[in-house]
């Protein structure tokens, strides 16, 4: 499974970036979708995740009330992240998993399908 990311950068304290995952050919309905970041020095840490054609969404504390995630087409999901922070900076992976949860996508496990990342600056 592929995963395809875009849409990091640079931005200034209270800015907002969307990020893309594009995961050609593979069906997301009935899957997890997510992103996960990782910061300098720390681990990994789940930020958002969907439980896809289904709309169930999850989030981090550290996030709630910040982010979205949303589904844009059939294999594509987005983060919209307003209200940036500079401790939200960080390598931002999309990831997948078949769904071995039932109806649940835990931010807390290692998921099975992971894209290169793109890194978020909040300065």
């Known amino acids: 499974v592929q995963l395809v990311e875009s849409g990091g950068g640079s931005v200034q304290a209270g800015g907002s970036l969307r990020l893309s995952c594009a995961a050609p050919g593979y069906t997301t309905s009935g899957k997890c979708m997510g992103w996960f970041r990782q910061a300098p020095g720390k681990e990994r840490e789940g930020v958002a995740a969907?439980?896809?054609?289904?709309?169930?969404t999850y989030y981090s504390n550290s996030v709630e009330g910040r982010f979205t995630i949303s589904q844009h087409s059939a294999n594509t999901v987005y983060l919209q992240m307003d209200s940036l922070e500079p401790e939200d900076t960080g390598m931002y992976y999309c990831a997948a998993d078949r769904g071995r949860w039932p109806r649940s996508c835990p931010l807390t496990v290692s998921w099975e399908y992971w894209g290169q990342g793109t890194q978020v600056t909040v300065s």
């Open positions: 969907l439980y896809a054609g289904f709309g169930i």
